[in-house]
């Protein structure tokens, strides 16, 4: 959204944000250690990260960047790939549900606002007051960006994010475990990109990261947004 942010669309953001940090970024956590636990890895279990407490999973700078930047990050579940039966499938199935959850808590956000949409329609409500249709659509759209974004993110091919994991099942054994050697570096590397990036964007208006990621992450909402009214649309359809 352009421009300045009104009182009630800024509380609406806010709260969305930390609908996002209390639950979809333990969610997100939680389906990482428990695909793990169900593939024969005790570590998220002993380490008390199979639950969706979030505190167990919040990493309070990771909250406060989603705070300030819109994208963040919480503590990342160890797992314990020798425990699976194909260690490098098992690793690229543990991190495929992290991004998963997310799709999956966007669904939920637009499904939740398409079924208020649908009941304040059919009541009135929705023609006597839009401005509270207006907050509404914020506040799950904001939690469905937030939660795409996320997705998306971690689903780039560099280490140590979600992508790398199963980008790198591909790459014969010895080179998979030789690159993961060097994920600290990477990532560093890769943080250093982020900061630079970001001063374009500040500076210039200009970011490779949005120029990538921005395209993907408005069509993977807008298939969801899609699939989530479709019952909906079913339904109207009946009803008229």
Known sequence: MSGQLTLSEAIISFASCIVVIFITLPIHEWAHGFLSTCLGDPTPRYQGRLT???????????????????????????????????????????????????????????????????????????????????????????????????????????????????????LPQKYYFKIMQYERYIFMGFFLFLIVDNWLERNYSFSFLSLILDPIIDFVLYCISNLAFLPFKLLLGVLT
Not at 101 to 130: C, E, H, R
Not at 144 to 168: E, K, M, Q, T
């Open 52 to 170: 969706l407490n979030p505190l167990a999973h919040i990493d309070w700078l990771g909250a406060l960047a989603i705070l300030t930047c819109g994208i963040g990050w919480a503590k990342p579940v160890q797992v314990n790939a020798r425990y699976y039966k194909s260690p490098k499938w098992g690793m690229a199935l543990v991190a495929l549900a992290g991004p998963i959850s997310n799709i999956l808590t966007a669904f939920v956000a637009y499904f939740l606002y398409y079924l208020i949409w649908v009941v304040m329609s059919l009541t009135g409500i929705l023609q006597n007051d839009l401005i509270w249709h207006t907050l509404i659509f914020m506040f799950f759209n904001v939690i469905a960006y937030i939660s795409v974004s996320l997705a998306v993110f971690n689903l780039i091919p560099i280490p140590p994010f979600d992508g790398s994991r199963i980008l790198f099942t591909l």
